[in-house]
């Protein structure tokens, strides 16, 4: 079975940097979309940033300048690259998987496996 595990996540001030991490096993589909989402209480699971199989890449605006999404050239680690954190963005990070295309606006259906998240806490 597909199985996606985030790490990384940890508490910083404001200004600070994480690098996070999602290791996934078990995919068997050729074309894919990997990307990380962010849940805060009280507010829609929001897609922070994404990348395909051949690099291309979407940002959410609020992140754009300041995190770098990447992948290994084996596919089996997704990472997120945070710098000048912000108290907004914290919340529980979490690593998605899909077997089809990217596509900006898409949502949460596109996406068929889910770790279970890492929690980010910017403070200021």
């Known amino acids: 079975q597909v199985q996606l595990m985030e790490s990384g996540g940890g508490s910083v001030q404001a200004g600070g940097s994480l690098r996070l991490s999602c290791v996934a096993s078990g995919y068997k589909y050729s074309r894919y979309c990997m990307a990380w989402w962010r849940q805060t209480p009280g507010k829609e699971r929001e897609e922070v940033a994404s990348i395909d199989g051949d690099g291309a890449t979407i940002y959410a605006d609020s992140v754009k300048g300041r995190f770098i999404i990447s992948k290994s050239n084996d596919r089996d680690t997704l990472y997120l690259q945070m710098s000048n954190l912000k108290p907004e963005d914290s919340g529980t990070f979490l690593c998605?998987?899909?077997?089809?295309?990217?596509?900006?606006?898409?949502?949460?259906?596109?996406?068929?496996?889910w770790g279970q998240g890492t929690q980010v806490t910017v403070s200021s």
């Open positions: 998605a998987l899909s077997h089809k295309y990217c596509d900006t606006g898409a949502g949460e259906g596109l996406y068929n496996y």
